[in-house]
């Protein structure tokens, strides 16, 4: 297996564009995770997806941000409007199931401008 | 909300001495998950831990998790450095997401 796999491995955008990180968790792994991480709140839970359905989206920091998981094989996460705070790296995790070890991707680290 | 805490924030030691960080939760743990992150990485999971008072090797690494499953200690021997990287710890809340620590940034000396 390739493992987790994120794109755009780095994105530099503009203030007030939208943002869309994108995530393939590993086949057979049925919970989804997006984190967010930076030197000042370290790494930060923003949503969790099992079986495709938003359990606790409570990280979320704000109506700027989205996330949805269409399908077992696909999760995005967007932002929009995008702010020069919400530069971080952006970590997606899958796991096979409940109290097992994370497998996360290579993360996506974005710079707002 | 439950915390999970790490102590030291930094360690520099030299090549060949040892390293410990010690983990804490503000709540007794199912289970207990140790991370490493290498600088520029993504965080890879080491091991988990499940009983209470127990002691897992790996190699030079040695996990143990406290008597009343809220504490953990990572411990290093004879460090590398290949050792270089954060160490989390990680331990599930009610709904089974992990809480993360702050990290312990370990860096060695050659």
Known sequence: DAGVIQSPRHEVTEMGQEVTLRCKPISGHNSLFWYRQTMMRGLELLIYFNNNVP???????????SAKMPNAS???LKIQPSEPRDSAVYFCASSFRDNYGYTFGSGTRLTVV | ??????????????????????????TTLSNIQWYKQRPGGHPVFLIQLVKSGEVKKQKRLTFQFGE????????????????????????P?????????????????P
């Open chain 1, 55 to 65: 359990i606790d989206d409570s990280g979320m920091p704000e109506d700027r941000f």
């Open chain 1, 74 to 76: 696909f999760s995005t």
């Open chain 2, 1 to 26: 909300g439950q915390q999970v805490m790490q102590i030291p924030q930094y360690q520099h030691v030299q090549e060949g001495e040892d390293f410990t960080t010690y983990c804490n939760s503000s």
């Open chain 2, 68 to 91: 009343a499953k809220k504490n953990s200690s990572l411990h290093i021997t004879a460090t590398q450095t290949t050792d270089v990287g954060t160490y989390f710890c990680a331990g």
């Open chain 2, 93 to 109: 809340d009610s709904s089974y997401k992990l809480i993360f620590g702050s990290g312990t940034r370990l860096l060695v000396r």
